[in-house]
């Protein structure tokens, strides 16, 4: 007979890492246990519980390990970027037709506008960019560089308008507050590799999305699994650095002397929860040193620097997308990356151009550098966004002033690694940009793909909650096989 | 419990410590104890039927047939599958499908398909089930689960007292299971637990000593009588209302892009006055959802209804508002299923439940009751919206009362006035007009600009025609100086223009983002410099050619910097603002110079781009008079609607009536001041809105029109009056044929006490629950409740003065293997404290905790930067200096976007819904907040301090045991106080000449402590044994 999944370890990580175990006993109990996990942790089923295994064994072998899942707040506009629309450009300035307008939902635009076409301009112009040839804009002139390890999905569509509750559904699937996000979801599917950090790991530049923390937080998953806020100012983890006055030599006595009363505790109680307590102890006196260590930049190389365009010290995207690598690099499972400032209502053009010139170069150099490290291929980089931008002008339709309102119905997500084709792109909106013409991938298709991609089946990462057995893809979601490879 | 929602069986988290365990004790074996496990027979209705209903139903039940199984009757359980295999064998588990379907995946795809997999324990449940012969009682298939039936109060013995009843069903799982109880722990630790769960602070060690001194004596009375003192104390409300906040989404902000702090506070106050009172639990559940509609509501009933004044609203600049409106209503049915009914109902929002008895018309009949308030959102300007809705004063003291009785008083005279002193100027305002047509002069002065100068690090361009244009780094905010040289007349006023340019995101004026590119002057200011001497000038009088609602220009000379004067929803084009100076001030060109101050303290870059500063010499109503106005002179007459307006600008600038005006804005800056706060409530409309059935639950898909009636499959009670309103709800949830409140209730306020629920999942006691462990202690508690007139007190006193309460934490072999998670209590409840107790706990134990209670939310120290502003008019993140810094984390804001984080890190939720259950992790990052964390370092200053100063003995063993004592209430055992004294010698050592250190750490808090000691060396020695204290496990366990 076979033996029921069982785990220990998914939240293994923060909840209790790393004391010994043993005793052939010990798998007896495991196996009495039960699971807690969806994934299933090999180790524990094969009887050798040598150590708390921080990684799992997911529903079917796995294409990637990692994600930086870079996410613009505010919303690019997809079609001066991604795609590019020619008879959008030709129609520039006619009246929007009057049925689209009046069949979508819009977040300022009440009166018919006027279509917008990218300006045809040569800083504007698309280039077909890589072996592959796929069209790019010149804005982005690195990410060029790397087109053939992108896979363009341009038939995003999404359910919700307004920034908030966008980003809300974007990663958690849910458009208000109270589901888990998707970082914490792989995080409780998954759990860390790394026995020092954390399993989920968040970065910021710019101010904090609308949506505010729980764009990270657990949900009702057990609060392990939320994001934890990597600072680029004060201590890069709250509360890390000791008191003025506590040397590090006296940090470990007193760490030291709580153990060593945890443990006559322990003697006496026997409350499993002791024990955990006394390895977080550990693992926090461990992080005082490997935080820091990770997020000190300095030691890459100057060549390094120079691709990603990093200054040691600095709160930059560009710091952000080599502290993704560093994270990755110890096996962190996600790394979420939010970018403020793409929303433009007024002046699209200029603030798409300002906004890409800041990303471009340190995210080609991302893609680059885990390439050659040979992280690409176990690594998935996304580039997203709550919503798109729409096809026509709001305000006036100059080009210098121009804006463009938020999207829900068609927008461009890329990824980029392991598991996907690479130099593709996927579906299509109409000759206008407005709706999706062909192949549209709902936010809850992407993420089933994302899901998929790590080796879980959307529809079996589930949690119970209120009777319910909750998923991140609610009851809907396709995997796009199509961008697979 | 330590995991949210998880089955405690199936919690990984004990299996850990088992292996940790285990090899400590082997003595009997493990297979022992399954023996005894096994001879018992499985019971089909408490061990297998729940088993069913959670795992296979949903799919296989009463409303699903997936691949043509039903697993809710025997005869269909019995047959056989589509595979033609049979589904159940009786007597044969290795051969039925129902096994292998769960555990072979060579039989198919392993089920359940959609959920987590069986345990092995429930697995093997099945099969000894199946094996003993799948025993299926008829009658049970057709009863109705558990849940909905009835409360029956359940026979106990004649000779068991109250107080007993508990104990006689614990001790009857204990036996069950073959477990033994564990001992009462000794009354130090007894009381220590008693009161952390009660009032959430530890005992004094007077109170212990008291107590353990008449415990000896009489043994019996003493406890019971520590339990009414702790029952009476007004800390007990500021305990339990943690949990019904969460349960009340309660917090301090509107959650979303715009999380703007709200006042609820009278709300959070109500909850824990009444706690204290001890309101019977059917009153409070009333006045929260129907106070409002009491007859003469008090203010007290109005406050209780901002229990839904709690969602989330959405203020961003698109929002829909019926689409906010509906997700609110929505989030009110489902919050009051939960907390009242312990149902999932909106699990048929968008369809008929799937495994509970609601149908989509049930969802949107339960609407129909919460479909009547005004929206809460509303259109201050074109891409405005603000939080609104229904809110109310709240009641004033008498003497706050008066003064502001006579401050209106004194408007009103001086309005009365202002009238007439408008009339009789009808003449002036003719000479007026006709000044006004003869004069033709230039209006501003070229001044010359001498210096610039930023606070800021921008890149600065001074421009010919006297603007500077800033680029590069944008500050978040600054302040910037013109010096000008003066001309040669008497100066009236100064312009300041916020000009535009291409080089400016989005065009500017501002610099923060090109989508929104405001700048806010918080505050203008001017000074002569005659040589080093400088000299205030005042400005009296601001305008400008648009200001945004609630940034008026005037707030930028009104002494406060956090107002201001701002241009939101005009952005793109130049703008300007005058200000007119007190008295025309005469300089010399030579001597003096002019500095005119642009303050911009708002944050988040919201700075000018290109400003330039002028002055006048002209007289002021000329220069206010706008453009438009002036242009109104070319003409040879005014039409009546040009002297309208311009009777309206002559009377800006007439001076009685100026002062006339200076007077009522000052009063009204008074009565600001005197005005009651308010507090959100809920407010019905007067014609009441349609109901539809929404299909899909898409607000613009309207199906069916209904009425607002209550859950079918519930009972109905024929005397509540069908008045369709929310005090019908209220009726109906409290009235005793519902048989859910006084369960969910009981259950709530046992996993507060016992760590768990006597069903797990506290949240949902519907079909997909866990089964209750004591299913008739379930309901003789909920009928004790309801027969003491729903008497929370009488109930917690009930559950702490139970033996079960009282026993020691320990875990026994037998235990690990026959209980690991405690659900049958033969050991006492062990579990760390909620987040906002961990800090109230330290709080207490080193003597820092302010017992003031009630009002406004507090700031307590937090790191920099957590408060980040999302959205707008964020107030700052001023540190409390005084004892506010203290006080306990019920009073703490809460702030959606951005919760507290030492809260965070343990487990506290973001409040954006309703959660029942916090988690209960033990991560390190609860380490580093202990450890590290300059709130948590201050108090072991002071406990350290404390400790010193306090101690009976000077002699250090005797001090650590002080502080033992103080920290977990018992005394200290010899090999623990080893351990301290260890580290207190090594600290001394290796503090001895390193003074820095020393300082350091005793001066670390800010403002400083005052401090008892006065030996500066070996209080900062204690420091670390006070820190070490403060971390302990045991400190942080209930």
Redesign the interface.
Known sequence: MNVLPTSLGRRALFQRAGFGLGGVALTQLLRQSGADSPAVNNEQQAGLPERVAVGHQPHFPAKIKNVIYLHMVGAPSHLDLFDLKPELQKRSGEDCPKELFESGKFAFVRDLPKLLGTPENPKHRFTRSGDSGLPISNLLPNLQGVADELTLIKSMHTNEFNHGPAQMFMLSGFGQFGRPSVGSWVNYGLGSENENLPGFVVLITGSVLGAGSPAWGSGFLPSVHQGVEFRSQGDPVLFLSNPKGVEPSSRKRIIDTVNAMNQAQLADLGDPEIATRISQYELAYRMQTSVPELMDISSESKAVHESYGTQPGKNSFANNCLLARRLVERGVRFVQLFDQGWDSHNSVFSNVARKAKQVDQPVAALIRDLRQRGLLDSTLVVWSSEFGRTPFAQGTNKADKAGRDHHKDAFTVWVAGGGTKGGMSFGETDDLGYTIAENPVHVHDFNATLLHLMGMNHERLTFRYQGRQYRLTDVEGRVVREILS | M?????PP????????????????W?STT?AQVDADLERRSVDFSEQIEPLLRRHCQ?CHGEKHDEGGLRLNRRIDAIGEADSELPIVVPGHAGESLLISR????DAGELM????????????DLLGRWIDEGAAWPETKSKGKHWAYEAIKRPDVPDHLTTEAVIDHFIDQGIATHGLVANPRMQPASVARRASLALIGLPPTPNDIEQFVASSKSASGQAYSSLVDRLLASPRYGERWAVPWLDLARYADSN?????QIRDNWAYRDWVIRVFNQGMPFDEFVTDQLAGDLRPNATSDQRIATGFHRMT?C?V?????PEANRV?QVV?RVNTTA?VFLGT?L??AQCHDHK??PFSQKDYYRFFAYFNNTPLEVKQTSA?TWDFYGPKMDLPLEQNRKQKLADQNAELRKLRVKRDQVATESDSQFEDWIKRLRDQQPPLWESVTLVDFKTTGNEDVSLQPDGAVLLSGEVPPTVEHTFVLQPPAKPITAIRVELLTD?SI???GPGRG????PNVILSEVTCEVMSGEEKNKVALTTAVADYSQPNWDVARAIDGDRKTGWAIGGQ??KPHWAIFLLAEPLLLDPESQSLKVNLGQYFG?GRVAGKPRVSASTQSADLLFLPDDLRSMFKGEKLSKQQRKKLRTEFEKVDKRLLELDQSIARIEKELKKLVPETTLVMQEMESPRETFVLRRGDYESRGDIVEAMTPGALPRDSTVAATGDRMELARWLTSAENPLLARVTVNRWWAELFGAGLVP?L??L????DAPSHPELLDWLASELIDSGWSMKHIHKLMVTSDAFQR?????KVM?ANDPVNRYLARGP???LPAEMIRDNALAISGLLSEKMYGPPIMPYQ???IW????RNQPKWVAAKDENRFRRGAYVVWK????Y??F??F?AP?R??CTVNR?R?????????L????AY?EMALALADRVISESPSTDDRERVRYAIKLAVSRDA?E??ID??V??LS??RD?LKNQA???????T?SVPALELRSTDMQEL?AWF?VA??IL????TM?Q
């Open positions: 330590p995991y949210l929602n998880t069986l199936i919690r990984g988290i004990f299996f850990s410590a088992m292996f940790f365990l285990v090899p400590l082997c493990l949903r769960l555990i072979d995946a359940p398909l959609d959920g987590e997999p069986l345990s092995q324990q429930e697995v959650g979303f892009q715009a999380d989330t959405n961003e600049a698109g929002v829909h997700n989030d939960t999932t909106e699990c495994y509970d891409v291409d995101p989005g065009s983002e090109a989508g929104r952005f793109g988040s999942t949240e949902d519907g079909t997909q629950s020691t934490a320990e875990l026994t690990v062990r579990f760390r790191p920099d930067k980040r502003s999302v959205g959606r976007a951005a919760p984080p030492s965070i890190n487990d973001d954006g819904t988690g992790s033990n991560t390190p990052l609860q380490a580093l907040t450890l590290n964390d300059p370092v055992k090999h623990e351990i301290l260890g580290l090594s600290e290796d820095q250190f020393v300082k350091a750490r005793t670390i900062a670390a820190n070490a971390n302990l496990d045991e366990n």
